[in-house]
């Protein structure tokens, strides 16, 4: 009787178990590199934001739409030109158990615009944050800003207390193994918490049971793995050890097609793929001891630009999956202009007559940093440019590396320690402002101002214009600015332009849901498994 018992016990518990498997709902996925951190306010990098928008809430969430929606906050409305004021909402607690209140905003808003912080652009029009009560703030901006909501979405909102129990209170960038506790854990608001990261091999998230929200996804957990190799990437998918891979290799798209239980999701990317040039240093990096600059020449500058014969890179190493663009921004970005998109003509021997009238006839040397894990076919687009300018009599060292030793090569804290750069940018507001405030305008530490702007290129009437920009409540007035201002860039060759890059994400079909936005965010919040 001992034994029967024992034995229905024991099937009873099976089937449970069996019961439970059956009705996990995990998501795996994985794309070429790890995120770059946890700190909230840390590296403002397109896979390491989506991952934090799966743990911390700003006070508006921008949807899988680029819609906006309440979040922590409920309503907001501007009251005055410089006043935005925002009702809170009651009932959110920390995944530590910690209520949430203005207390925490005012502190994150605070925290987000520290010199250090790589999402401050986000918040620098911000003068100070005030507590009209525990629901209520009132945000005063230092001159008119008509695209707060549209920044807001990506100041995500920390723990005041537990920030000050960590010792925590100020994003810092360490090195691998020294970093600071919030770019290790996490303690946010939002509808997944963190239950296990391994650097470079895992990040695992469960559901917040305790979320304020209604789940729109019917997930148990999620498993996120960066792999490095995209063969390797293309083999988990298709043997079902993951269930969604990004990007998918162009040549490895129609094999995907083809293939039983997979399909590929396509579609356009707002993120422009451009070059830049160190047009800051009296002496180029790369040109010890001559005390020269050739980047601070715009006849160089043109040079580089019409040496690159973008349709071949159209045509063969991005197999006509990008759009060639002579413009920093995309279709779909506020402030686009279609006049303006039109590249300079691919003229390598014009490209030649420009660099001898420059004075350098036989060419210099210079060493491009270029990520090999970031965008698509990143270091195949270095890898086909350096024989283009070799062709005009540019030695050309390729520097290709991981996406983090890049952004860290290239990046404000290293003081841009680089002569000439791959970068990729996504207005994260989806506005000019963002492309010009980042990546064009004067780097300004102290202002917050060109963050992003490697190669320091500067000029006074594109900073007078994109001040004006910043302030400009009428939509037309404010759209001629960002037309000039993007038109004097264009004409300085301040930047290369290359493409848009399209999107390819490998998807199983165990997948019932998987939103596509345009910033080719994966926001898990929106999955659903069958």
Same mark, same amino acid.
């Given at each position: ?163 000050? *129990? ?8 360490? &090195? ?108 180029? *990096? ?153 990546? &064009? ?86 999955? *659903?498994?069958?």
């Amino acid at each position: 009787m001992m034994i029967r018992r024992l034995l229905l016990t024991t099937a009873v518990g099976m089937a449970l178990v069996a019961s439970a498997a059956a009705d996990a709902k995990v998501f795996r996925f994985s794309t070429s590199g790890d995120i770059n951190g946890l700190d909230p306010h840390l590296n403002n990098e397109g896979p390491t934001n989506a991952m934090k928008n799966n743990l911390y809430e700003a006070l508006i969430f921008r949807d899988h739409e680029l819609k906006l929606r309440p979040s922590l906050a409920t309503e907001w409305k501007q009251t005055a030109p410089t006043v935005w004021r925002f009702a809170l909402r009651k009932g959110v607690k920390f995944h530590d158990g910690t209520p949430f209140t203005a207390d925490d905003v005012v502190f994150s808003l605070k925290r987000n615009n520290h010199e250090q912080s790589g999402m401050r652009t986000y918040s620098a029009s911000i003068a100070e944050v005030k507590k009209i009560d525990d629901h209520t703030v009132e945000i005063i901006t230092k001159s008119p800003n008509p695209i707060l909501d549209q920044n807001l979405p990506a100041v995500f909102i920390m723990s005041k207390a537990w920030a000050e *129990k960590n010792n925590t209170t100020t994003p810092v960038q360490g &090195i691998v193994g020294n970093e600071s506790y919030a770019n290790t854990h996490i303690n946010g608001t939002g509808p997944f918490r963190l239950l296990d990261r391994v650097p470079d091999t895992r990040t695992v998230l469960v559901p917040n049971k305790d979320w304020w929200g209604k789940a729109e996804h019917n997930l148990t957990r999620v498993e996120f793995r960066p792999i490095a190799n995209s063969a390797t990437r293309v083999a988990a998918l298709l043997s079902g050890e993951i269930d969604m891979m990004f990007p998918v290799p162009l040549q490895d798209v129609p094999r995907l097609k083809r293939s039983a239980g997979v399909k590929v999701l396509e579609g356009p990317e707002l993120r422009t793929v451009f070059l830049g040039m160190d047009q800051w240093r009296d002496e180029l *990096k790369d040109m010890p001891g001559t005390g020269k600059n050739p980047f601070k020449d715009v006849r160089v500058r043109r040079a580089f630009y019409q040496a690159i014969d973008i349709q071949a890179i159209h045509r063969v190493v991005m197999r006509g999956a990008s759009t060639p663009t002579g413009l920093m921004i995309a279709p779909g970005i506020n402030g686009f202009a279609k006049d303006l998109n039109d590249r300079y003509p691919y003229d390598p021997d014009g490209a030649k007559k420009l660099l001898a009238e420059a004075g350098y006839p036989q060419g210099f040397p210079v060493t491009l940093d270029c990520p090999n894990d970031r965008y698509v076919n990143d270091e195949a687009i270095c890898q086909a440019i350096v024989p283009m300018l070799a062709r005009i009599g540019i030695n050309i060292k390729l520097n290709a590396q991981t996406k983090s030793k890049h952004f860290d090569k290239i990046g404000s804290r290293s003081g841009n320690d680089t002569s000439f750069y791959m970068l990729g940018w996504t207005p994260g507001t989806y506005d000019a402002h963002n492309m010009l405030h980042n990546i &064009i305008v004067t780097r300004d530490q102290k202002a917050g101002t060109g963050s992003n702007n490697s190669g320091r290129y500067s000029n006074p009437k594109v900073d007078e214009l994109a001040r004006m920009i910043g302030s400009e409540s009428d939509r037309e007035k404010r759209n001629k600015m960002i037309h000039e201002a993007m038109k004097i860039h264009k004409e300085d060759f301040g930047h290369i332009p290359l493409h848009q890059q399209a999107l390819a994400w490998g998807v199983r079909d165990t997948v019932a849901n998987l939103p596509q936005p345009p910033n080719d965010a994966v926001i898990v919040r929106f999955v *659903k498994m069958k």
